[in-house]
């Protein structure tokens, strides 16, 4: 079961927006509609911004969005703020019925 | 408030056994699933496997079926990892959450999450 594929790094500056491409398989991501997204700081717990594609759980920022498209999914942040910098993760749920996260990317805010 | 607070950072030699515990509270821990999540030094997350304790159901990564076991206990609302024999790749920060049941049976997406245990193995 190999990781998701994700950009290493992207970045941006302030009030920008970015998007984060997360690609998989017919067997993940293109097969079912349970991709979620995490935001990690270092030395924290990683955070739920997105789940079942494009859902935000109460208290995340709507500058927070996500998509699919076939095996690809995206996360896209507007309005880009410093405290946005961190490392973010796509997952999927695939055929062997269990998750598989993305190789990461982390995001850097110029 | 749900809760999962995790066992202590651990220290240990090739060749033991370690068993990493995580607390739950503030919700039904019967009612969800736990899982457990690894991060490797200066890698990403892992998504190692998981336990519904209402009925024991446990799931694997194929990359982690047979290296570890996950276990529970309602009776404390606890989470376990457990390794017989632990290696030096072992080393790593290990994450427990909560998720919530999808398609009826399944696991679904990691809501809560502890604040993670430091597992190093070095001789």
């Known amino acids: 079961q190999s990781a998701l594929t994700q950009p290493a790094s992207v970045s941006g500056s302030p009030g920008q927006w970015i998007t984060i491409s997360c690609t998989g398989t017919?067997?993940?991501?293109?097969?079912?509609?349970?991709v979620s997204w995490y935001q990690h700081h270092p030395s924290k717990a990683p955070k739920l911004l997105i789940y079942d594609v494009s859902e935000r759980p109460s208290g995340i920022s709507n500058r927070f969005s996500g998509s699919k498209s076939g095996n690809t999914a995206s996360l896209t942040i507007s309005g880009l703020q410093a405290e946005d910098e961190a490392d973010y993760y796509c997952s999927s749920y695939t055929t062997t019925s269990a998750w598989v996260f993305g190789g990461g990317t982390k995001l850097t805010v110029l | 408030e749900v809760q999962l607070v995790q066992s202590g950072a651990e220290v240990k030699k090739p060749g033991e056994s370690l068993k990493i515990s995580c607390r739950a509270s503030?919700?039904?821990?019967?009612?969800?699933?736990i899982g457990w999540v690894r991060q490797m030094p200066g890698k990403g997350l892992e998504w190692m496997g998981i336990?519904?304790?209402?009925?024991?159901?446990?799931r694997y990564s194929p990359s982690f079926q047979g290296q570890v076991i996950i276990s529970a206990d309602k009776s404390i609302t606890t989470a376990y990892l457990q390794w017989s024999s632990l290696k030096a790749s072992d080393t790593a920060m290990y994450y427990c959450a909560r998720a919530d049941t999808v398609m009826i049976t399944e696991p679904g997406y990691f809501d809560y999450w502890g604040q993670g245990i430091l597992v190093t193995v070095s001789s």
């Open positions: 503030g919700y039904s821990f019967s009612s969800y699933w």
């Open positions: 017919s067997s993940d991501i293109g097969g079912y509609n349970y």
């Open positions: 336990i519904y304790p209402g009925d024991s159901d446990t």
